[in-house]
C-alpha cells in the first residue's frame, strides 16, 4: 500500500500523546437527552394510548405514558431519564426499549449508557493499530476501493483504487484523515457526495455509537467539539441523538474524472477487533460505473494524483 506507511504496530491517529484531548461527554446527560429523544418522537397512538390533543403539554409520550407501556413505576423511570442507570437491570432495559420501538443499535446504544463497561485503559491512551497482513489483503483487491475505518470515524488504511475514488489521503497528515473532518469541513466532499445529507447523518450517527461505547475518550469529546463549533450542519444532527451501525447500501458519487459512480458497499468488521471495519464498494458488473472503476484502474497512480488535482485537494 503506497498511499500511507502503516504497518503492523504502527499507531494511527493524532501522533502526540493526549494531542488534540478534550473532557469526556458526560455519561449521564448523554443517557438523559438520548431518553427524552426517544420519547419525544413517540404519539400516543403509535404505541395505542389515546390523544388527548390540545391538552398535551410535552411533544411525544409522557414520563407516565412510557412507564405504564414498559412496566415500571414513573419514580423509576424518571431516575432513569435523569441519568441513573447504575443499577438498572438488563430485563428492564429491554422493557424500555420496547416501549421506545427502539432499533437494535438504539438498544445497544441505551445499554452502552446505562450499564457502561469497564475499560482497563483509558481509551486516548490506546493507538488504533492495522495488521500488516490486513494491509497487504487491501493492497491485492485490484479494482476494488477498500479502507479500513477505525474509533472516532478515523481511516486507518486504504489501496489505492479507494484513493482513486476518494482523494489520496496520504497527503493528509493522519488526524485529517477522520471520515467527520472530510464530510463536514471539506467542501470537495459534499461535491463528491451526491447524497451528501445522507453521508453527513450517518456519519454522526456512527459517532453517536462510538460515544455511547466509548464516552471517557476525550480524544472523541474533541473531535465533537470542534465539529459543533466549525459547523452549524454538524451540531443540528449531533442534537438529534441518531444511532446506527455500518452496514451496506449504495452511495452515489460524483468524480472529478469518471463523473458520476453508483457504488455498492459492504462493511465487514474485523473478527479479533470490532472497533475496526473493512469497508468494500462495487459497481453492477456491465454498468457505466463498473466501467468508470475499470478505468480509474487502469490509469493507477495517475487517476490519484490526477484526481486529487482536478477536485481540488492539496
Not at 412510557?66 to 414513573?74: D, H, I, P, R, T
Not at 476525550?218 to 441518531?242: I, M, N, Q, Y
Request: proline share 6%; aromatic share 6%; glycine share 8%.
Amino acid at each position: 500500500m503506497e498511499e500511507q506507511p502503516v504497518t503492523e504496530g504502527h499507531p494511527v491517529g493524532d501522533p502526540r500523546p493526549g494531542g488534540n484531548a478534550g473532557p469526556a461527554l458526560d455519561r449521564r446527560a448523554e443517557l438523559s437527552e438520548f431518553l427524552r429523544s426517544r420519547r419525544a418522537r413517540l404519539k400516543p397512538e403509535d404505541v395505542g394510548l389515546p390523544d388527548f390533543g390540545r391538552h398535551r403539554r410535552v411533544p411525544g409520550l409522557r414520563r407516565e405514558e412510557l412507564a405504564q407501556l414498559a412496566g415500571v413505576s414513573v419514580a423509576y423511570y424518571t431516575r432513569l431519564e435523569q441519568g441513573n442507570g447504575q443499577n438498572v437491570s438488563g430485563e428492564v432495559l429491554a422493557a424500555i426499549a420496547s416501549a421506545l420501538r427502539l432499533t437494535d443499535a438504539e438498544q445497544a446504544h441505551l445499554s452502552h449508557l446505562a450499564k457502561p463497561k469497564r475499560h482497563r485503559k483509558k481509551p486516548s491512551a490506546r493507538q488504533q493499530r492495522v495488521r500488516e497482513a490486513l494491509s497487504r489483503l487491501l493492497d491485492t483487491m485490484d479494482g476494488v476501493p477498500a479502507y479500513v475505518v477505525g474509533r472516532r470515524s478515523e481511516i486507518l488504511a486504504w489501496n489505492r483504487m479507494a484513493a482513486a475514488v476518494f482523494g489520496d489521503w496520504s497527503q493528509l497528515q493522519p488526524p485529517e484523515r477522520n471520515w467527520a473532518r472530510l464530510v463536514f469541513l471539506d467542501p470537495e466532499y459534499r461535491e463528491l457526495f451526491v447524497e451528501w445529507d445522507q453521508k453527513a447523518s450517518d456519519i454522526v450517527s456512527y459517532l453517536r455509537m462510538d460515544a455511547g461505547c466509548h464516552p471517557d475518550d476525550p480524544r472523541l469529546s474533541a473531535l465533537v467539539g470542534e465539529l459543533s463549533v466549525k459547523s452549524d450542519e454538524f451540531r443540528r444532527l449531533w442534537a438529534r441523538h441518531d444511532v446506527k451501525e455500518k452496514s451496506h447500501g449504495v452511495k452515489r458519487l460524483h468524480h472529478p474524472l469518471v463523473g458520476e459512480l453508483a457504488l455498492g458497499f459492504e462493511t465487514f468488521t474485523l473478527p479479533d477487533d470490532a472497533e475496526q471495519s473493512v469497508v468494500a464498494y462495487h459497481a453492477e458488473p456491465g454498468s457505466a460505473s463498473a466501467e468508470a472503476l475499470r478505468l480509474l484502474a487502469s490509469w493507477g497512480t495517475d487517476a490519484t494524483r490526477a484526481g486529487t488535482s482536478a477536485s481540488g485537494r492539496q
